[in-house]
T-cell receptor, first 111, second 112 residues
Framework: DQQVKQNSPSLSVQEGRISILNCDYT??????FLWYKKYPAEGPTFLISISSIKDKNEDGRFTVFLNKSAKHLSLHIVPSQPGDSAVYFC??????????FGQGTRLTINP | DTEVTQTPKHLVMGMTNKKSLKCEQH?????MYWYKQKAKKPPELMFV???????INESVPSRFSPECPNSSLLNLHLHALQPEDSALYLC???????????FGPGTRLLVL
């Protein structure tokens, strides 16, 4: 049973436009969510997180929105840049010390 | 500073070899993790060490043996691996009081 789902395996966006990556979860006990960015053959890099007491968290070009009633979160990147091309994973801690990851979305930014 | 270092960057080994992967962090993080990642898949948790004690083993085969000699260092000893064990092995650590994990660059392992 996949507790964290990223239903879009890939997304293509033009440079300068907004990229929106989506993530759904099924476990209502999740209260903290993270987004990671991963380049090929490298480790994931932590991008941004959000606690369930908030519905929005912003850090520069990156904003994460959380809709608890819909069990949905999204990552907005604006403006999108070529260096943003990577695989993005959303994740949530499942009890102590274990992160549950989505399957990832490959974002491609086109010039 | 959120740097986790891993050595070696690449490793090729035969099925009868013994090798070790090394992970280091000097951020005072008290939890350290080993993950395995196959192509086009998310990272898959293998082991968790908390305060230098093994707290989670995700039913990993005994040919993988973790070791935490001190709070800054984590090793993964490899013996008699199979070709299907070829993957990117990631180390991560997290500070006390947070669930954010910081990953190292990984070791790309190829088992022949």
């Amino acid at each position: 049973d996949q507790q964290v789902k990223q239903n879009s395996p890939s997304l293509s966006v033009q440079e300068g436009r907004i990229s929106i990556l989506n993530c759904d979860y099924t476990n209502s006990m999740f209260d903290y969510f993270l987004w990671y960015k991963k380049y090929p053959a490298e480790g994931p890099t932590f991008l941004i997180s959000i606690s369930s007491i908030k519905d929005k968290n912003e850090d520069g070009r990156f904003t994460v929105f959380l809709n608890k009633s819909a069990k949905h979160l999204s990552l907005h990147i604006v403006p999108s840049q070529p260096g943003d091309s990577a695989v993005y994973f959303c994740a949530a801690p499942d009890g102590a010390q274990k992160l549950v990851f989505g399957q990832g979305t490959r974002l491609t930014i086109n010039p | 500073d959120t740097e986790v270092t891993q050595t070696p960057k690449h490793l090729v080994m035969g099925m009868t070899n013994k090798k070790s992967l090394k992970c280091e962090q000097h951020m005072g993080h008290r939890a350290m993790y080993w993950y395995k990642q196959k192509a086009k898949k998310p990272p898959e948790l293998m082991f968790v060490y908390s305060y230098e004690k093994l707290s989670i083993n995700e039913s990993v085969p005994s040919r993988f043996s973790p070791e935490c000699p001190n709070s800054s260092l984590l090793n993964l000893h490899l013996h008699a691996l199979q070709p299907e064990d070829s993957a990117l092995y990631l180390c991560a650590s997290s500070p006390r009081g947070t669930e954010t994990q910081y990953f190292g660059p990984g070791t790309r392992l190829l088992v022949l």
